[in-house]
């Protein structure tokens, strides 16, 4: 993964109009969101907009301290707490990330949904991501979690337009 693909604001608020119709257009109507940071909050504050959704959020950290290259290990800095896990029992979540990269940020998440000590009784269950990376993935998704995405892109480093290059 050499290339570079720059997103600009224009297209990324485009995207996110695009990604906020599918998951309104579906049978779930989602009680909440909740932002996988860092790549997340962008994209889950301005889904909000369209949603009109609560935002929670979580921080799970598979990047390197520079954020170029995968560390190979899983640090969750941020989970919920125990009200709120309590509070969105029963609640249909919708989890927010930038893009699907090898899906084990995804992977993480569910374990901790399910996790008994850290887990949340939820309803349904929803990932929305912007971009979907096509590659090989190190996790499927369970079919009773629900996943949208906006479009595939090829396996490049995508900039965002608040990113340095």
């Not at 998951?23 to 504050?45: F, T, W």
């Not at 979907?132 to 595939?152: A, G, I, Q």
Request: glycine share 6%; aromatic share 12%.
């Amino acid at each position: 993964m050499s290339n570079k693909q720059f997103i600009n604001f224009s297209e990324f608020v485009i995207d996110i109009a695009e990604l906020a119709e599918k998951i309104a257009n579906v049978d779930v109507k989602y009680d909440a969101i909740i932002a996988i940071a860092g790549g997340g909050l962008v994209p889950a504050r301005l889904l909000r907009n369209y949603l009109k959704l609560p935002i929670y959020s979580i921080n799970i950290k598979t990047y390197d301290e520079e954020y170029k290259e995968k560390s190979g290990e899983v640090d969750v800095v941020q989970w919920l707490g125990k009200a709120e896990c309590c509070s969105l029992g029963g609640k249909n979540i919708l989890f927010v990330d930038d893009l699907d990269d090898t899906r084990g940020t995804l992977k993480h998440v569910v374990d901790l949904l399910n996790s008994p000590d850290e887990g949340i009784s939820a309803g349904e269950v929803g990932f929305a991501v912007l971009y979907n990376k096509v590659k090989e993935k190190v996790y499927e998704l369970p079919d009773r979690y629900h996943y949208y995405s906006t479009r595939d892109v090829e396996d490049n480093w995508i900039v965002f337009p608040w990113e340095r290059e």
